[in-house]
């Protein structure tokens, strides 16, 4: 049974580049959610996905955008890269809209130079 | 202030020691309370869920206080494989559950 998987691991961009990162949930889970986290720092959530809509969003400006796709995976975009958009992109997934275990994936790690 | 705020770290305790780990929150609408584990460089993986009546997995106990808005970690007789970071995490419903985790607390345990 595959757990949360990521592409890719690694990924250097430079500043006003747009970057693409995806994710696949585990097996059963229809919900996706993603999250940055910064060194040092707790994740710290961006969106939440479920039936190919943003369902809950926090407080990340509009350059962060998603998409989920009937299988269930997900992407996450970001625009107009900054530096301080470098950290690690983690995506998460549930059954169900409700406060299930989220299983994590290993993560992207996004470096803006 | 932080919605979820942790204890500062690290924490550096010898094996065998008991270490307590704090938590804060500041929405009463919280509704769902977790510890997550997360070692260098890895993902969070679920430690345990905190119920109101308080709940024991083994050597971790969790407590939940609503009342003074707050949540611990007890890890009793450690081991060097306890050595992680330690995430309190809050969620809530507000339309689709939101999830804010702390910034985490720094454990190492030596020998």
């Known amino acids: 049974d595959a757990g949360v998987t990521q592409s890719p691991t690694h990924l250097i961009k430079t500043r006003g580049q747009q970057v693409t990162l995806r994710c696949s949930p585990k097996?059963?889970?229809?919900?996706v959610s993603w999250y940055q986290q910064a060194l040092g720092q707790g994740p710290q959530f961006i969106f939440q996905?479920?039936?190919?809509?943003?369902?809950q969003r926090g407080n990340f400006p509009d350059r962060f955008s998603g998409h989920q796709f009937p299988n269930y995976s997900s992407e996450l975009n970001v625009n107009a890269l900054l530096l301080g958009d470098s950290a690690l992109y983690l995506c998460?997934?549930?059954?169900?809209?409700?406060?299930?275990?989220?299983?994590f994936g290993p993560g992207t790690r996004l470096t803006v130079l | 202030r932080k919605e979820v705020e942790q204890d500062p770290g690290p924490f550096n305790v010898p094996e065998g020691a008991t270490v307590a780990f704090n938590c804060t929150y500041s929405?009463?609408?919280?509704?769902?309370f977790f510890w997550y584990r997360q070692d260098c460089r890895k993902e969070p993986k679920l430690l345990m869920s905190v119920y109101s009546s308080g709940n024991e997995d083994g050597r971790f106990t969790a407590q939940l206080n609503r009342a003074s808005q707050y949540i611990s970690l007890l890890i009793r007789d450690s081991k060097l494989s306890d050595s992680a970071t330690y995430l309190c995490?809050?969620?809530?419903?507000?339309?689709?559950?939101?999830?804010?985790f702390g910034a985490g607390t720094r454990l190492f345990v030596k020998a």
């Open positions: 998460a997934s549930s059954w169900g809209m409700v406060d299930n275990e989220q299983f």
């Open positions: 995490v809050v969620s809530r419903n507000t339309g689709g559950f939101k999830t804010i």
């Open positions: 929405n009463s609408a919280s509704q769902s």
């Open positions: 996905y479920y039936e190919e809509e943003e369902r």
């Open positions: 097996s059963g889970h229809d919900t």
